[in-house]
Nanobody
Framework: QVRVAESGGDSVQAGGSLTLQCAVS????????MAWFRQAPGKKREGVAN????????DYVDSVRGRFEISQGKGKMTAVLQMNSLEPEDTAMYYC?????????????????WGQGTQVTVSS
């Protein structure tokens, strides 16, 4: 059974930084992607960043490119989202997700496994 757990959410002021951690247990296959999504109240869930684990290929939504960085953690099935220059618009619940066959950031329904989420709040 695959389990996904996030940590690291907090409240910060605009311009600050946060680091989110995601740990996955269970078998997810060699072609999997780990991704971060976010959902603000009243908005659709949005893909933020993903990493194709086997080849360490990364992708980002345009609104965070250059400010956020996704990386594989020390453990093989961990992913870290480093968030810098945070803006109030980044306020959302952030979810870690796993797609066994890495089909991109555009459609959350393609991701089979999800964590419970961690809240990020950025004040102006």
């Amino acid at each position: 059974q695959v389990r996904v757990a996030e940590s690291g959410g907090d409240s910060v002021q605009a311009g600050g930084s946060l680091t989110l951690q995601c740990a996955v247990s269970g078998y997810i296959g060699i072609d999997a992607c780990m991704a971060w999504f976010r959902q603000a109240p009243g908005k659709k869930r949005e893909g933020v960043a993903n990493v194709y684990l086997r080849r360490n290929i990364k992708d980002y939504v345009d609104s965070v490119r250059g400010r956020f960085e996704i990386s594989q953690g020390k453990g093989k099935m961990t992913a870290v989202l480093q968030m810098n220059s945070l803006e109030p618009e980044d306020t959302a619940m952030y979810y870690c997700a796993v797609d066994s066959f890495c089909k991109g950031l555009g459609d959350p329904s393609l991701y089979e496994y999800w964590g419970q989420g961690t809240q990020v709040t950025v004040s102006s």
